[in-house]
């Protein structure tokens, strides 16, 4: 029972990958919260060391050092490996701290979240600076050839879904000078030396932010949709990705590698390669999320290891003549379900937002009308 249990989590993880994340991380943020409050520094030097763990061996080949590669240590890569796809960390974080301010304060759980609101900022900035660091340098340059250079785009699959997915990359670095400014300000010290008033002018943009964010995570599904690894635009994408491995240290041959092949007996190079494969994007530049297009399976519909596949599902005669029962993993999902999984994931949570966002602020104007009114 257990096993189907972790089974099914682990379906449900590859298929929407994005909101399992949420609701993990929002469940770890609530039960913690106490101790978050009270260690709050512990937990900083905690989601900095995979920070530094990147940042200082980039730093040191843009001046010619070479240095180790931390990636290759087992649990501690996989952990780099998160941060640098933002959607494990980064944009969940993001997202908790965005219905956090859009929900009732009074509830008992809210209420947990808002008390730790200011540290959960601090601790999503650590994951999205790995991965700004290693994503910007490898596809902002080359998406913002992509409209100056009229053979940047060559034999593309679409030229509409190449634009919305370069576009949506150039807008990554808007949206990192963007956050930057909001996340430094979350530390006390600054947030003092600023004083309220211009804290919370300078805050509000974080609404400005978040839209940005749901159309550059839209805009990597939607392209990645259009443009399904197609022509010069999936060249950029195997040259960017090649970049990012040399970076990060996470192998090379097995980038394609099918998720059916992850795990048997490749050593660590090879499954951190399958491991990007079933969770990054079709672009191999995002992650919101999660979250990003391009997934890796083939059809809704269980397919046996000798790559036949059948409308109806299969079982292998075993002992005694009983066939072999067939689990969550054996279930195969196309990469357009999952992007339209994707898109719909992120239309529901921002959606939701949005309108939970507006009742609060009708509720609050409302409650501002009655004051004025009795005084």
Avoid: C
Avoid at 114 to 140: A, D, N, Q, W, Y
Avoid at 149 to 164: F, Q
Avoid at 348 to 356: A, K, M, P, Q, V
Wanted: cysteine-free.
């Amino acid at each position: 029972m257990v096993k189907l249990l972790i089974d099914f989590i682990q379906f449900l993880y590859t298929l929407a990958p994005l909101l399992v994340v949420l609701g993990v991380l929002t469940l770890l943020a609530v039960l913690l919260s106490k101790s978050i409050k009270r260690h709050a520094t512990v937990y900083y030097i905690i989601f900095a060391i995979p920070f530094a763990l990147v940042a200082i061996p980039f730093t040191g080949r843009l001046f010619g050092i070479e240095m180790f590669n931390f990636v290759r240590i087992p649990f501690l890569g996989g952990l780099i490996r998160d941060y640098i796809h933002a959607g494990t960390l980064g944009f969940p974080l993001l997202i908790i701290i965005m219905y956090t301010g859009a929900l009732n304060p009074k509830n008992p759980v809210v209420k947990k979240l808002l008390g730790i609101r200011k540290e959960l900022s601090i601790l999503s900035g650590f994951p999205i600076l790995t991965h700004s660091l290693i994503r910007v340098p490898g596809s902002f340059p080359r998406a913002l050839n992509y409209f100056f250079d009229s053979e940047a785009g060559g034999n593309v699959t679409s030229p509409l879904g190449a634009g919305i997915s370069n576009f949506s990359l150039v807008l990554g670095i808007i949206l990192l000078a963007l956050f930057l400014p909001l996340w430094i300000t979350s530390f006390d010290s600054v947030h003092k030396r600023m004083g309220g008033v211009r804290w919370k002018k300078l805050q509000r943009w974080s609404y400005v932010l978040y839209v940005l964010l749901f159309i550059h995570a839209m805009g990597l599904q939607v392209g990645g949709l259009l443009n399904p690894r197609g022509g010069r635009h999936a060249q950029t994408e195997s040259v960017q990705t090649e970049n990012i491995r040399n970076q990060t240290g996470t192998g090379n041959s097995e980038t394609q590698a099918s998720p059916e092949r992850h795990g048997r007996g490749k050593g660590i190079e090879a499954a951190e390669s399958d491991h990007e494969t079933r969770t990054e994007p079709a672009n191999r530049v995002h992650e919101t999320g999660e979250s990003d297009a391009g997934e890796r399976n083939n059809a809704l519909a269980i397919q046996p290891e000798g790559g036949r596949s059948n409308n109806a599902v299969s079982t292998a005669p075993g002992r005694g003549g009983h066939g072999q029962s067939i689990g969550f993993a054996d279930i195969k999902v196309s990469p357009q379900a999952r992007q339209y999984i994707h898109i719909i994931s992120l239309v529901l949570i921002f959606g939701s937002y949005l309108y939970l966002r507006l009742r609060k602020a009708g509720t609050d104007r409302a409650k501002r009308k009655s004051r004025t009114a009795e005084a």
